[in-house]
């Protein structure tokens, strides 16, 4: 099985309906990452351009997810601006729940976003959130150890190599884990890796009637592949982590391989 890439949804900045233009206040929810926590230091500047303060709410991927959605199905108003992926731009643009970016100025290039991304954060031809970024996947990994197992990283690898090189780059007494890769329970964690993985295996959520497709051979051979390379190459508590997690211990170089989002 080779590893297919596949887009990863697009972590999109939204203004929602109840988005107030001209409040003394701004109040952003956004994700706790490294580009967004970046972003907050242009917030002085930003204040002294306009006038308008802006409160950050940085949360967790997962009660990012949470706190946004209710918010904005029970219309409460607590965000007026925040940071939603792909999946729910579209769905949420139809629903009403967001303001039309139909009137951005010339300086904003609507034109150069990649038309998958353009595509992907609208309704009906309306754009509904601006991308910070688009992603897909991509092998890290620490050629030292890969040079040291005696392998070398293919252009076109397949799911049964990157298995064998993390066995081989493996070294508990070093805390050196094979393979670092999503775990944690949710769409924006390990959801969107186990699907873009079982791609490669032949897997799919539903046939063209809609019928669900979970309990397929494909799902079995993707889950099982991904239990067993873990327990063997994985670090301890794999099952709960993101990508935080795996990004600190892919710095501290107790990773071989690292499969994420570029």
């Known amino acids: ?93 139809a629903n009403g729940w967001l303001v039309p970016l139909d009137g951005l100025s010339e300086e904003y290039d609507v034109g150069d976003i ?62 050196i884990n094979g393979i670092c890769l999503r775990g944690k329970a949710g769409w924006g964690e390990g959801g969107a890796f186990i699907t873009a993985m079982s791609n490669s295996f032949g897997a799919r959520w539903f046939d063209e009637e809609w019928k669900p497709q979970f309990d397929q051979p494909e799902w079995a051979d993707t889950l099982n592949f991904y239990v067993e390379m873990m327990n063997e190459s994985g670090p301890a508590g794999y099952a709960t982590n993101g990508f935080n997690e795996n990004l600190s211990l892919f710095q501290q170089g107790k990773c071989g391989m690292w499969i994420d989002a570029t």
């Open 1 to 93: 099985m080779y590893l297919r890439n596949a887009l990863r949804a697009a972590t999109a900045m939204t203004l929602v309906a109840t988005a107030a233009a001209h409040a003394d206040t701004l109040t952003i929810a956004t994700v706790n990452n490294g580009d967004m926590i970046r972003m907050q230091g242009y917030t002085d500047k930003f204040t002294e351009a306009t006038g308008i303060d802006v409160e950050w709410v940085t949360l967790e991927e997962n009660v990012l997810r949470q706190r946004v959605t209710t918010d904005i199905t029970t219309k409460g108003g607590t965000f007026d601006i925040m940071t939603i992926g792909m999946y729910e731009t579209p769905i949420w643009g």
């Open 114 to 175: 990649l038309p998958a991304m353009a595509g992907g954060l609208s309704h009906d031809g309306t754009l509904f959130a601006a991308p910070f970024y688009g992603e897909s996947s991509m092998i890290m990994y620490r050629t030292d150890l890969m040079e040291k197992a005696g392998m070398e990283m293919p252009d076109a690898p397949t799911w049964q190599f990157i298995k064998e090189a993390a066995a081989a780059m493996t070294d508990r007494d070093a805390e």
